[in-house]
C-alpha cells in the first residue's frame, strides 16, 4: 500500500553535467537518476511557471572538480523528468534575500489549471536543446522591447501611445 501511495507523488528524473575535461578538451557528459518529489520553483525574476522550472532545472557550475585533484571546470548541469508522477507537487519560494534581510516577493504569477511538462522530459531533450539558444535570443527581444514600451511610456505618457504610430 505504501509503495502505491508513494508512486502517485514520485517520479524519476535524469541529471546531465557536462564540461570540456581541462587535459583532453573533450567534451563530457555524466548522467544521474534519481527520483522527485515535491518540485521546489524559485519565482525571484520569474513571471511564470515554465521560466521558474526552467531556471530551476538548468543550472551552471562555475567550479566542478569532476575527477579529485583536476583543474576544476566550468560545468553546465540540466535536469530532465523521465517519469513524472501522476500527482505534480510545486512548491513556489516566494522569498529573496537582500543583504541579509529576507523579502517576500509580492508579483503575481499565474497559476495555469493545466501544466504542459512536454518541454521538461528526457524524451524531448535533444529537441529543446536545439531550440534553447532560439527561445533565449527571442525572449530577450522581448525583454528589450518590454523594457523600451516601458521608458516610452513613462516619458510619454499613456496617452500618447499610438502604436500605428510608433511603428510608422
Not at 527571442?138 to 513613462?154: A, P, V
Amino acid at each position: 500500500m505504501e509503495d502505491e501511495i508513494s508512486e502517485l507523488f514520485f517520479g524519476k528524473e535524469v541529471e546531465f553535467k557536462s564540461f570540456t575535461d581541462a587535459r583532453t578538451n573533450e567534451t563530457i557528459v555524466k548522467k544521474t537518476v534519481a527520483s522527485f518529489g515535491c518540485t521546489l520553483l524559485t519565482l525571484v525574476d520569474q513571471t511564470d511557471l515554465y521560466s521558474a522550472w526552467e531556471t530551476d532545472k538548468r543550472s551552471t557550475i562555475d567550479d566542478y572538480e569532476y575527477t579529485i585533484g583536476q583543474q576544476r571546470v566550468k560545468a553546465t548541469v540540466s535536469q530532465y523528468v523521465e517519469k513524472m508522477p501522476p500527482i505534480l507537487i510545486m512548491q513556489m519560494n516566494r522569498t529573496k534575500f537582500d543583504k541579509g534581510n529576507q523579502e517576500k516577493l509580492l508579483h503575481t504569477v499565474p497559476i495555469l489549471q493545466k501544466f504542459y511538462p512536454q518541454r521538461f522530459m528526457l524524451k524531448n531533450r535533444d529537441d529543446v536543446e536545439k531550440r534553447r539558444d532560439n527561445v533565449k535570443v527571442i525572449r530577450d527581444k522581448l525583454k528589450l522591447l518590454n523594457d523600451n514600451l516601458m521608458m516610452f511610456r513613462n516619458k510619454y505618457g499613456e496617452q500618447s501611445l499610438d502604436i500605428v504610430k510608433v511603428l510608422a
